[in-house]
């Protein structure tokens, strides 16, 4: 029967298929779009490449060169006024209720394809059909819903064409940059969100992106699930695709007692996991032991401590620099630790293109943190001097 389709699916039947076929869109996002064209994380096989330029067509109407644009400028201005996408920027009720409209503004910028959309598909397909005609592979899938579907078809294709806009426009560009937990300190305000890894892909994961961005692999906590990753574990197994990058493996030797120049080259190539280690090891628990010990008259200005002592600077603003100073002022302990974490971070941004000078700098500031007096600040410090490029000495 017409009103039926092709298929005469049940409700629940209609479900399924509609969440599945929404799944393949994500996929394409994730795995082709965003981890394959924009960051060159893994290769990828041609005639799979190929499929999910033909389903993004049919289900979004996006173009590689533009989406891989936009994305590589986002993270190349993040968080700035020439952020296609920053809710910082632009108000995080702009970017949930208009993300559909803010890329296709960008899309529209020349100047942003020119110098952000290198690399990508300029073949006759491309040219004459998917760019030629970007309005004409989700009509198409109009026609494919009504006629496998009957007349819930409607409803099953305004799904598909809502599902990019709501989740990863919406969700991952807005809220992936306001609420949520950070691992990392990176120098945006990306977070993770939990638990929408199946419906996103592994996309969620927005603060271990924005650390690690030419990473294949989103997940970096064990109880992290990347969706996305599970595909491409798939598709090397069935080899359609190949890693290329994932994040760094910070490794350490025990019983190795000195700082050397494998020593410096891991501690750079670990930075972000090493800062995380310190609010753990150092921060959180000196917070503790002075909020245990602070006066009730003063305990409210510990509030939050942790989270403002770890947290990037270029993130805080007024309030919080005021807070963190009034904390600063009643603990002589938390002012060591604090400078401590500013004085490490300095070292690679000061001295990463010496590589004898970093060493140099970690040195002294190991020997400061053993000279402190502060027992989780010296433990660090010997924790640092175990870290290695390698899992043992050649």
């Not at 109407?61 to 968080?79: F, L, P, S, V, Y």
């Not at 401590?305 to 990037?312: G, I, P, Q, T, V």
Request: proline share 3%; charged share 20%; hydrophobic share 45%.
């Amino acid at each position: 029967m017409w009103n039926n389709g092709l298929l005469d699916l049940s409700v629940w039947q209609l479900v399924a298929v509609t969440l599945a076929m929404t799944h393949i869109t994500i996929v394409s996002v994730t795995v082709y779009l965003h981890r394959y064209s924009a960051h060159r994380s893994l290769e990828l096989n041609a005639g799979l490449k190929h499929f999910f330029r033909f389903w993004l067509w049919l289900t979004t109407a996006q173009n590689t060169r533009e989406w891989t644009a936009i994305h590589r400028k986002h993270h190349a201005k993040c968080e700035t006024a020439d952020d296609p996408h920053s809710p910082v920027v632009k108000g995080l009720s702009t970017v949930l209720r208009k993300g559909a409209e803010l890329y296709r503004a960008e899309a529209e910028n020349p100047e942003t394809l020119r110098i952000y959309g290198k690399n990508c598909p300029e073949d006759w397909i491309e040219r004459n059909l998917y760019s030629r005609y970007p309005r004409l592979g989700v009509m198409i899938m109009g026609v494919i819903d009504l006629a496998l579907f009957g007349v819930i078809g409607i409803t099953v294709w305004a799904i598909q064409m809502m599902w990019i806009p709501v989740w990863a426009a919406g969700v991952v560009n807005g809220l992936g940059h306001a609420v949520g937990y950070r691992n990392f300190e990176c120098r945006d305000a990306a977070t993770n969100l939990v638990p929408w890894g199946i419906l996103i892909g592994g996309e969620e994961l927005h603060n271990n992106h924005h650390t690690y961005p030419n990473s294949a692999k989103l997940s970096v906590k064990r109880w992290e699930f990347d969706m996305g990753w599970a595909w491409i574990k798939l598709f090397c197994w069935l080899r359609l695709a190949k890693v290329q990058r994932v994040a760094p493996i910070a490794h350490r030797v025990e019983g190795k007692g000195h700082v050397d120049m494998d020593t410096a080259m891991a501690i750079l190539n670990n930075r972000f996991q090493i800062m995380a280690q310190y609010r753990k090891l150092v921060i959180a628990p000196l917070v503790a032991q002075e909020l245990a010990k602070a006066d009730a008259s003063v305990r409210h200005q510990f509030r939050r401590a942790k989270r403002l002592l770890s947290r990037e600077t270029s993130l805080l603003d007024d309030k919080h620099q005021v807070r963190i100073q009034s904390m600063l002022e009643h603990s002589q302990a938390l002012k060591v630790i604090y400078e401590k974490r500013l004085a490490l971070q300095q070292i690679w941004a000061r001295t990463s293109s010496n590589g004898h000078d970093m060493l140099a700098a970690i040195k002294e500031w190991v020997h400061e943190a053993e000279a402190s007096g502060i027992q989780s600040l010296r433990d660090f410090a010997d924790q640092l001097k175990t870290y290695s490029l390698r899992p043992q000495h050649a």
